[in-house]
């Protein structure tokens, strides 16, 4: 099961470098692709508004 980041994102970029497989883009918020995403929840351990949740 893949994470995806929620509008409550703030874009602060915490969770980007965090990712292990780089599953993780800036854009209007960040977004996690979903099918190189391997559910560690790194980027949810590091992020200040608890965007990322397991879809």
């Known amino acids: 099961m ?3 980041i929620s509008n409550e994102c703030i874009n602060c970029g915490a969770c ?4 292990p497989v780089s599953a ?3 854009g209007d918020i960040y ?3 979903a099918d190189t995403c391997i559910d560690c ?8 508004v608890d965007a990322p949740q397991p879809q």
Not at 16 to 19: G, L, T, V
Not at 41 to 48: I, L, R
């Open 2 to 4: 893949a994470y995806v």
């Open 16 to 19: 980007e470098p965090e990712c």
């Open 24 to 26: 993780i883009t800036e």
């Open 31 to 33: 977004v996690v692709d």
């Open 41 to 48: 929840g790194a980027c949810a351990d590091v992020c200040p």
